[in-house]
Structure formats: C-alpha cells, structure tokens
C-alpha cells in the first residue's frame, strides 16, 4: 500500500490489512477433502454497500474499506496490479513472470468435480535472472 501512499498495517490477532479500523485486504485458506484452497482480496473499487449485510470475516466491530476510498479518488485495477505483483515477489524472492511465458496452461481438471490435478501444474515460475 505503500506505493499509493497509504499506511496499513497487520493487525495482532486478525488477518488481512488494516488502515485504521477498516479492513482494505482478506486473505484465507480453506482445507476440504485434502486439498487446499488460497485466496486474497484486495478492495481497489468495491461497491463497499454490500458489507453492509454481512459481518466480513466476523469482526463486527470493524468496517471494511477500499483504496478508492482512502485515496479519494477512482483507481482502476490496472493501476493496482503491477505495484501489487511487485510487492508480492519481493515478499516470496520470486521474479514476476507471466504463466503464459513460462509455458503454464489451465491446470487439468477432474472431469466429476473439476478439481484441478495440481501434480501436472508447473510449481513455479523460473528464478528471476
């Protein structure tokens, strides 16, 4: 968030990233029938009304905000995404590059529950030059 100005922060005890009292990103994984199932969200332009009808994530006492709103300003995906992909590779020391150049197609799928059969999936994309 930094790249945009923004101070956000872990908070103890709580997942995601927090500016102030709002949650700007979520992350979770869920384990079903040996598998594993990773996600992050990040609100760039959320249409935050929604949040309205559900306690996100069970915090009720927190709200949940986006970077349009902290910055004022409309911010399209596109900006977000190069900064974010920068940020995360320096995180995990991994080079960014795209799966089309590193020769990833879709995983294979099993044809009764469409999971993927990830032994087939590149693991990683090569080290950075």
């Known amino acids: 968030m930094a790249a945009w100005g923004v101070e956000a922060r872990r908070e103890p005890g709580l997942t995601g990233i927090w500016v102030g009292d709002a949650k700007l990103a979520a992350i979770g994984v869920k384990v ?17 009304s929604a949040f309205d009808l559900i306690v996100p994530c069970g915090i009720r006492d927190r709200g949940v905000t ?7 300003r ?27 150049s590193w020769g990833a197609a879709p995983p294979p799928t099993t ?3 469409g999971i993927p059969l990830l032994p087939n999936f590149p693991t990683a994309p090569p080290e950075c030059p």
């Open 66 to 72: 986006s970077l349009e709103r902290l910055l004022r």
């Open 74 to 100: 409309p911010v399209p995906v596109d900006e977000v995404v190069p900064p974010l992909v920068d940020a995360f590779a320096a995180v995990f020391g991994r080079c960014p590059v795209a799966a089309e």
């Open 32 to 48: 079903s029938r040996w598998i594993t199932h990773h996600g992050f969200a990040l609100n760039v332009s959320t249409d935050l």
């Open 111 to 113: 044809r009764a529950t």
